[in-house]
């Protein structure tokens, strides 16, 4: 074999849109396996980028070597953070294979890769899980809620399959739009596109929570009292002047606590249960 076939048998293969499809999705599916102590969701990031390094670096040592800088600690929110950051670390291995087999001066440093992904993986795990586990996921609850009353097998299947899709399908996006990116993909979460979405499910998540409350949280008053003759009920009064005052005054009541104690919900509850009980036993309730 002449030296010219050595190298070009070396030299790292292309990396598509379809390998970094299939890296987000392999660290979609064994996000939570591999989990340790020391290292955290990093396992599940280096098997997802096994095939993609396989094809960058045909030199055992630098393949290790590539093996050891994917290994490191890793931790964040799975499609937020999960997406950017495959789809970061295949464009930036992609870089650093060819600097590597072209013999140039590596400006893809260790240190810099992991630094990048170090900085996005806490920013990009609370957008995250603000908008995921906060927001989306409850929407989907929300709307499967009454199936789930009337008793059909859909309401307990809905929330977990859509949300599960849905997921899937925001990081395939987002891993394949910051492999086009590179390292101008920190950008993508400022964009207009972006900022727009997480607005709208915020506000959407919001409106789903009052849902949620006006619907399924039952307060009523027993208090009534007569005045000439007439007997007034309380409950029909505020159900006449403020409909859902009471289930409101309760979600607020418990927000409120949160916002004062921290997110405490064994506290609240009982809490909340004391006062039920007592406004109960004195006729209010």
């Known amino acids: 074999m002449t030296e010219l076939a050595k190298n070009t048998s070396m030299a790292p293969e292309e990396i598509t849109k379809k390998d970094v499809t299939k890296a987000y999705l392999r660290w979609h599916f064994a996000n939570e396996i591999p989990h340790s102590f020391e290292r955290y969701l990093a396992p599940s990031l280096l098997y997802a980028m096994m095939p993609l390094l396989r094809k960058l670096y045909k030199d055992d040592d630098q393949l290790k070597a590539a093996y050891k800088r994917q290994l490191l600690f890793f931790n964040t929110q799975l499609s937020w953070g999960g997406g950017v950051i495959t789809g970061l670390m295949s464009s930036m291995e992609q870089q650093r294979a060819e600097e590597e087999y072209e013999h140039k001066e590596i400006m893809m440093q260790d240190d810099l890769m992991y630094n990048t992904k170090a900085g996005l993986m806490g920013a990009l795990a609370g957008i995250g899980d603000a908008i995921d ?29 859509f949300f599960a899709l849905y997921q899937a399908i925001l990081g395939v996006f987002f891993a394949r739009q910051a492999f086009s990116m590179g390292r101008n993909a920190t950008g993508l979460m400022q964009s207009t596109g972006v900022q727009t979405a997480i607005e709208t499910l915020s506000v959407l998540g919001l409106f789903m929570m009052g849902v949620l409350a006006g619907n399924y949280v039952k307060v009523s008053s027993t208090l009534k009292f007569a005045i000439s003759g007439r007997e007034f009920v309380i409950q029909d009064l505020l159900d006449q002047i403020v409909p859902g ?35 109960a036993g004195i006729g209010i309730l």
């Open 133 to 161: 586990s906060g927001t989306v996921q409850y929407i989907f609850i929300a709307i499967a809620v009454p199936w789930a009353q009337q008793g059909s097998a859909l309401g307990a299947l809905f929330p977990f399959v």
């Open 245 to 279: 005052i009471l289930p409101l005054a309760v979600v607020m009541g418990v927000y409120w606590f949160y916002t004062k104690k921290g997110l405490k919900v064994t506290q609240a509850l009982l809490w909340l249960t004391a006062i039920l009980i007592v406004l």
